[in-house]
């Protein structure tokens, strides 16, 4: 399941779309109120005008349809983790998926977690499980993306390694890339 905080940056959100087109790396699942706070998020947040933020919504849609899941609310009275985010483990729950991808791990702590047997992994660490499982993959991905955008691949994974450091330094090590990271991190 991925949550709206990830579906938000762009650059990240990206790059787990593709991971999710052919060859096909993992089966993305959100609902409609995670692709509306997204919307949301890009419209109020990081001021996306309106239609481009709308358009997103609807190319996901129209290009994941397979992701989308059925909301679950009945299931949101009797879960523990933050109230803001029990439509996502309600969503996962009914999605039968193991695991949610998100920034904000905080709101889903391994308690409140454990007796759906689901777990919050940050999304530098879910890219690092699809690069050690299928790293041409990956790498090929990035080159793609970096061509889109008229980068290099190593200047791209630099962009991306402000919001999954971890990832970006194992995929750096792993092709023998230097990252050009700000203020030495």
């Not at 959100?13 to 692709?35: G, H, M, N, V």
């Not at 695991?99 to 409140?112: A, E, H």
């Not at 970096?146 to 919001?163: H, I, Q």
Request: charged content about 25%; aromatic content about 8%; hydrophobic content about 40%.
């Amino acid at each position: 399941m991925l949550d709206a905080c990830v579906l938000a940056n762009h650059g990240v959100c990206d790059l787990f779309l593709r991971l999710a087109e052919r060859p096909r790396l993992y089966s993305p699942k959100w609902s409609r109120r995670i692709l509306r706070e997204t919307t949301r998020t890009h419209k109020e947040r990081l001021n996306w005008p309106d239609d481009l933020a709308d358009h997103w919504q609807s190319e996901v849609e129209k290009h994941f349809p397979e992701a989308l899941v059925d909301e679950a609310d009945c299931l949101e009275p009797i879960l523990v983790n933050d109230h803001k985010d029990r439509h996502v483990l309600a969503t996962t729950i009914r999605a039968g998926a193991a695991t949610i991808v998100t920034f904000n791990l905080r709101d889903f702590t391994p308690q409140s977690l454990a007796p759906w047997d689901i777990h919050a992994v940050h999304p530098a660490d879910y890219l690092i499980t699809l690069h050690t499982i299928s790293p041409d993959v990956v790498v090929a991905k990035l080159g793609d993306m970096a061509r889109d955008r008229n980068l290099s691949a190593e200047a791209y994974l630099s962009r991306l390694a402000k919001s999954v450091p971890a990832f970006a330094s194992q995929v750096a090590q792993a092709v023998g890339w230097s990252l050009d990271l700000p203020n030495g991190q």
